[in-house]
């Protein structure tokens, strides 16, 4: 039976999400929170991305909570994760984040962790716009020497952030850095451009000994993530190519994918 999946917000990548899981299954029970007063709005925009009419858009996060989903997928920022992640997970939903960055808080990843304790329930981290996390992960298990992290993306996906000031991002007819530092500077200075630095702090050496590099390129029209890793069992270098979502160019097309198959793995009779 498909499980009942609760959505929070409806932006690019909850858009896309939407039309993941109704072509898996026309018949998903599909829930979403969004701000009070949007209700109308959120319909009509995720109603072409194939939102079903009998699908419950709310503002209330009670009432998005008692209609008991099985897994809810955060597609709204870092302020839903601080805003609803402890009150789904407390109640024994698991909880898929695609904000990673938002545990760059260590507070908030702490107080994350105790409720789905209390909950017994799952913070979820997908592995976004990266791959190779499962190598790094079992790798962490023999001893991390250093992880360090690459993402270019081009000028304009940059826009909006920081770069700006220490850039002129329109001008730029080289590869220029504009960044570097530990996972946590980079994700709490770019919340919406260096989850991926999130994600491979969680999975590696954590937020502080990750270190970080990010680039404004215009020779690239893509996003490219590269990591390093070496430990006492494996050396490795991994590099992506992501496809930028035609959504957003902030996001790559492969960050919902990931969460359409974190939800997608739980009803599976075999997960890879």
Same mark, same amino acid.
Request: charge should be negative; hydrophobic fraction near 50%.
């Given at each position: 039976?498909? /499980? ?14 939407? !039309? ?41 996060? =009670?009432?998005?909570?008692? !209609?008991? *989903?099985?897994?809810?997928? =955060?597609?709204? !920022?870092? =302020? ?67 992880? +360090? ?6 000028? /304009?996906?940059?826009?909006?952030? *920081? ?58 029209? =893509? ?20 496809? *930028?979502? *035609? +959504? ?25």
């Amino acid at each position: 039976m498909s /499980q009942h999946v609760g959505i929070i917000g409806f932006g690019a990548i909850a858009q896309d999400l939407v !039309g993941l899981l109704i072509d898996d299954d026309a018949a998903r029970p599909l829930s979403v929170l969004v701000r009070p007063g949007r209700e109308a709005e959120a319909r009509k925009t995720l109603g072409p991305c194939g939102l079903p009419e009998a699908a419950r858009i709310t503002g209330d996060p =009670e009432a998005f909570v008692a !209609g008991a *989903p099985d897994v809810v997928a =955060e597609c709204a !920022g870092h =302020e839903a994760v601080a805003a609803y992640g402890a009150r789904i997970l407390g109640a024994g939903i698991d909880l898929v984040a695609a904000s990673v960055g938002a545990l760059a808080d260590a507070a908030q990843l702490d107080a994350l962790k105790a409720a789905a304790r209390r909950g017994g329930a799952q913070l979820v981290i997908p592995t976004g716009a990266i791959g190779g996390i499962d190598a790094l992960s079992a790798a962490r298990l023999s001893g991390l020497s250093s992880v +360090r992290y690459t993402g270019r993306k081009p000028p /304009q996906a940059w826009a909006g952030t *920081p770069a700006e000031a220490a850039l002129d991002l329109g001008a730029l007819k080289a590869p220029a850095t504009f960044f570097e530092g530990s996972a946590r500077e980079a994700a709490q200075a770019y919340p919406r451009n260096a989850n991926v630095a999130a994600t491979l702090a969680l999975a590696g050496l954590g937020m502080e000994a990750t270190e970080v590099r990010l680039v404004a390129d215009p020779t690239l029209a =893509e996003n490219v993530h590269e990591f390093h890793l070496v430990s006492a069992a494996l050396d490795a270098t991994i590099r992506l190519v992501g496809k *930028p979502s *035609p +959504r957003n160019p902030k996001t790559s097309q492969t960050t919902v994918l990931s969460i359409a198959r974190a939800i997608l793995n739980r009803e599976a009779a075999m997960v890879i």
